[in-house]
Each structure stands twice: as structure tokens, then as C-alpha cells.
């Protein structure tokens, strides 16, 4: 496909993968209905299918596009420009968001009602506190995902002589698998992060995949076999609890839903799609917030609490994309560092 349809293909899979983001992080049955309703079953059973199952490829898709598009092209001369491109569209914004939502704690557990929503207690509002918020994600749980890009980014001069010969890099992927079968936690670095991202990277390394990657038309059959495969990893793996067949489920169920859907098919993404980042950055706490105000007022009720789960992207994005569009208007700089220079 042409490079702009390319880009406007990563900009509505990177915003489909921010709304799946917000279904997974979005669970209110129990919160709602407790654990013993009677309907809290089947409003579990149709959340946890939308959040833990088809949201599951969101994280990993992220992972595979940030290494694909890193490698994408990539020579040795190369590397120091993308890394520092990476500073600005990942680092900053990872340091500032940390920092803004210890600020919003530190603020909201001062105040009567919000600090009874939060329920975290006073939070200390000091630099070995703030350093630390920012450092270790400590107020901004979903970023643990960041973190681990940050890492997977600075360890480009690292990974890329050894992705580039295909010896090296069956040891590698090999070492991974048997990490993640034996739950061998590395320093730092998730293992199943390390193969989503090298999957991506070596996938833009090789002309075969990466013209099949970047075709412009749709690939049913490969794409429905890669979804049909992903569905049946994922059942065995319920029936064993084996963890490396839920990574593979991921991976495959990401790359199967990329070929499925040609590139040459989407219509331009709208201006909404290029906040992803923003969006992504945000909903933690207004989901938060949105299910824990609708469980004071709507306790016990499925309706309500399926309703706003089913809802909740929207719900999300209705509310951040005016924030967005103002401070874009009115603060282009701000913006620019709020959502990561997209």
C-alpha cells in the first residue's frame, strides 16, 4: 500500500486498540452487583468476553506496531534519530502524565468527597513521592505498558544486530518461549512484551512479511486462518492454564485482525483518531470515576452497570476529545507533549 495509507491504517488500528484498552479496564459488575447477585454472572460473562477476551490483543497489537514501525527502514545510522524521535513522542509524555496524575492524588485525596472515591488515603505530596509516582507508574497503573516500551526502545541497540541475523534471533525467541512457559521473570523487561515487540520488528525486517504486512489488500484466508488458530490457542489454554498459549492467542488474533482489514478499504481517520495517545492516557481515572459515582446512585442494577460498560469508549472519547480539540487550539505546544507529538 502507499505510505499514507499505511499510516492512516496504523492510526485506526493504534485507535481501535485504545477503545479495546478501555473495555478491559472498565469491569464494573462485582463493583455494581456484588459477588453474590444472581445477575452478576452473566453480566461478568459478557464483560470478561469483551475485556479478557477480544480486548486481550490491544496491548500486544501496541507492542507489535511500536516495534515494526522502530525497525521499519532501520540501519544503524538510523537508530539514534529514532531514539530520539522516541523521547519526545514516549518519554516525555510517560514523565508528564505520571507526574500529572500523582498531582490529580495528591489533590482529590485532600477533598472530602473525591478523597472517599479514591479511597487511597492522604497521599504525600513531597520529591521522593513525586520521583517515584513518575518513575514507577505509581498513580497511573496503566501505564506499566509505557514503561515497558520505554525499555524495549533503549534496548534498540541491542536488539537490532540480533534480530537482523536469523540465528541469533531463533535464540533469542527461543530463550522468550521458555521464559514465559516457566514464568522466568527478566530484569525490568516482560518476556511476552520482548516477543510481541521482535515479532513486530523482525516482521518489518523481512521483505516477504513486510510486503504481506504493507499489501493493500485484504488477506481472508491467511487472516481467518491466524483468527481460527488464535481461538483455538486460546481455549486450550483455558482447559491447561498454560500461559504461553494465551501469548500466542494474542499474537496471532493482532496480526489476524491486520490482515483481515485492507488498508486500501479505511477511509482517511478522522482527527479524533490521532488522540490516541491522549485517550489512552486519560481513561484510567475517568472510568474510574464514571463507575464509581454510577455505583453510588445505580447499586444492584445490571442494566445500568452492562450498559455503561458497554458504552464506556464512547463514553471516554465524548468526553476527551472536546478537552483535546480546546487544548490544541488554545495550547498547541501542551498538547503536543500531552499526546506524545501525534
Not at 534496548?155 to 534471533?169: C, E, I, N, Q, T
Not at 491522549?278 to 444492584?300: E, M, S
Request: hydrophobic share 55%; charged share 15%.
Amino acid at each position: 500500500m502507499r505510505e499514507t495509507q499505511f499510516r492512516n491504517k496504523i492510526t485506526w488500528f493504534s485507535f481501535a486498540f485504545s477503545l479495546l484498552v478501555i473495555w478491559v479496564h472498565s469491569y464494573n459488575a462485582v463493583l455494581y452487583l456484588g459477588d453474590t447477585s444472581l445477575a452478576v454472572d452473566l453480566v461478568s460473562r459478557v464483560e470478561r468476553g469483551l475485556g479478557e477476551g477480544v480486548g486481550q490483543i490491544a496491548v500486544p497489537g501496541f507492542f507489535m506496531i511500536s516495534g515494526y514501525l522502530f525497525y521499519r527502514n532501520c540501519t544503524w545510522d538510523k537508530i539514534a534519530s529514532k531514539l530520539k524521535r522516541r523521547v519526545r513522542s514516549v518519554l516525555v509524555p510517560y514523565i508528564v502524565w505520571n507526574f500529572l496524575y500523582y498531582l490529580g492524588y495528591v489533590i482529590a485525596s485532600r477533598l472530602p468527597w473525591l478523597g472517599q472515591v479514591v479511597g487511597k488515603g492522604v497521599i504525600p505530596f513531597n520529591l521522593l513521592a513525586a520521583v517515584d509516582a513518575i518513575i514507577h507508574y505509581t498513580y497511573n497503573y496503566v501505564f506499566w505498558y509505557l514503561f515497558q516500551l520505554v525499555l524495549l526502545i533503549l534496548l534498540a541497540p541491542v536488539l537490532y544486530p540480533v534480530l537482523r541475523m536469523k540465528g541469533s534471533r531463533v535464540v533469542l525467541f527461543a530463550f522468550l518461549w521458555v521464559c514465559v512457559a516457566l514464568d522466568i521473570r527478566l530484569p525490568y523487561v516482560n518476556a511476552d512484551a520482548l516477543i510481541y515487540y521482535s515479532t513486530g520488528a523482525v516482521l518489518s525486517m523481512e521483505t516477504v512479511w513486510r510486503e504481506r504486512v504493507e499489501a493493500p489488500v485484504h488477506s481472508y484466508l491467511l487472516g481467518s486462518l491466524m483468527a481460527g488458530a488464535s481461538i483455538l490457542v486460546y481455549w486450550m489454554g483455558l482447559r491447561k492454564i498454560w500461559i504461553p498459549c494465551f501469548v500466542v492467542c494474542r499474537l496471532l488474533g493482532a496480526a489476524s485482525v491486520w490482515l483481515l482489514i485492507p488498508g486500501e478499504s479505511l477511509p482517511e481517520a478522522r482527527p479524533y483518531m490521532h488522540a490516541n495517545f491522549f485517550l489512552y492516557a486519560t481513561h484510567f481515572a475517568q472510568v474510574r470515576l464514571i463507575n464509581k459515582v454510577g455505583a453510588r446512585f445505580f447499586t444492584g442494577s445490571p442494566a445500568v452497570a452492562l450498559g455503561l460498560y458497554v458504552l464506556m469508549p464512547f463514553l471516554v472519547l465524548g468526553i476527551t476529545w472536546p478537552v483535546g480539540k480546546m487544548l490544541q487550539k488554545s495550547m498547541p505546544s501542551v498538547w503536543g507533549m500531552l499526546n506524545g507529538g501525534r
